[in-house]
C-alpha cells in the first residue's frame, strides 16, 4: 500500500500541489492519504478527484484576504480573545472549493490529524463532517480558535503530528511519500520579535519529531522524503509565491519519483 503524508506549512503548502501534479502525470497510485494542516486541505482536495490543475487554480487565485479576517473580539477583549483571526471566511472557503463535505464521500481514504488541547496527545479523523476536522487541524494556537469537535477542544495537527509517517505506517502502508514544506532552517542571525521567535520555537520542535520519526519508520516501509528548496523568505501568510512553490514542488517531486520508479522497477 501506498501512503501519501502532506503537512502543515502555511503557504509553503503550495508545493505540495507540484508533488500531486507530478504522482498524477506519472501515474503512481495512491492507496492513503494522511493530512496535517494545510496537509489536510489538499489532501481533502487530492482524496476527493479535484484534479491538479483545478487544485493549482485555487492556490494561484488565493490571497491573505481571503482566509484571514482579524477577530472582532481584538477590539474589546484585547488579549483575552481566543485568536488573532476569525476561522469563518476560512470556512467559507473550504464549503467553496472542497466537492467533499464528509470523508465518506472522498474517492480515496483521508485520515486528519489534530492535537487534543487538554491532554496534549494527537487525535485523528477519517469519518463524518470533514470540514469540521479541517478547520481543527489549521487552528493553530493564537491565530485562529481552539475548534471543539465532538466535545473536545482542538488545535493544530502540527504541534504533535505534523508529518504523520507513523500514522501511515500503522495502517499498514510499506511505500510512505512525503514533502517538507516547513522545514527548520539553520540560522545564523539572533531571532527577534514575539511571533517570530515563537515561531521558530515550534519549528524546531517539529523538526526534531520529524527526524525522529524517519530514524524509527525508516527500517518498517519506504520513505520517500522530498525536500523542495522553498527559502525562508516565504512567510508562512504570504499566498503570493504559490505559483513558484508549485513548480518547486513539481520539479523536486518529478526527479524522486522517476529515481524511486526506475530503482524499483530494476
Known amino acids: 500500500m501506498t501512503a501519501l503524508v502532506l503537512c502543515g506549512g502555511g503557504s509553503r503548502g503550495a508545493v505540495e500541489v507540484g508533488l500531486y501534479r507530478a504522482l498524477v502525470e506519472l501515474e503512481i497510485p495512491v492507496d492513503l492519504v494522511v493530512g496535517t494542516s494545510v496537509g489536510a486541505i489538499n489532501g481533502a482536495a487530492m482524496a476527493a478527484g479535484v484534479s491538479p490543475d483545478a487544485l493549482a487554480g485555487l492556490w494561484k487565485d488565493l490571497r491573505r484576504r481571503d482566509l484571514f479576517r482579524l477577530n472582532r473580539e481584538l477590539f474589546w477583549k484585547l488579549l483575552w480573545a481566543d485568536s488573532l483571526y476569525d476561522h469563518r471566511p476560512l470556512r467559507r472557503f473550504l464549503e467553496r472549493s472542497l466537492p ?153 517531486a518529478m526527479a524522486a519519483l522517476k529515481e524511486w520508479r526506475g530503482g524499483r522497477a530494476s
Open 100 to 252: 467533499a463535505k464528509r470523508f465518506e464521500e472522498l474517492r480515496v481514504p483521508l485520515i486528519v490529524t489534530g492535537t487534543d488541547f487538554g491532554t496534549g496527545q494527537p487525535v485523528y479523523w477519517r469519518e463524518g463532517n470533514l470540514l469540521d476536522a479541517i478547520l481543527a487541524t489549521v487552528a493553530m494556537p493564537g491565530l485562529f480558535r481552539p475548534q471543539v469537535v465532538r466535545g473536545v477542544q482542538v488545535v493544530d495537527g502540527g504541534i504533535t503530528d505534523n508529518v504523520p509517517i507513523d500514522v501511515a505506517v500503522a495502517e499498514g502502508a510499506d511505500t510512505v511519500i512525503f514533502m517538507l514544506c516547513a522545514c527548520c532552517d539553520r540560522t545564523t542571525r539572533p531571532v527577534r520579535g514575539v511571533l517570530p521567535i515563537l515561531r521558530r520555537a515550534l519549528s524546531i520542535a517539529i523538526d526534531r519529531k520529524y527526524h525522529a520519526d524517519i530514524q524509527r519508520y525508516a527500517g518498517q516501509a519506504r520513505l520517500i522524503a522530498l525536500e523542495p528548496p522553498i527559502g525562508r523568505e516565504i512567510d508562512l501568510l504570504d499566498f503570493s509565491h504559490s505559483d513558484e512553490l508549485i513548480e518547486r514542488g513539481y520539479a523536486a
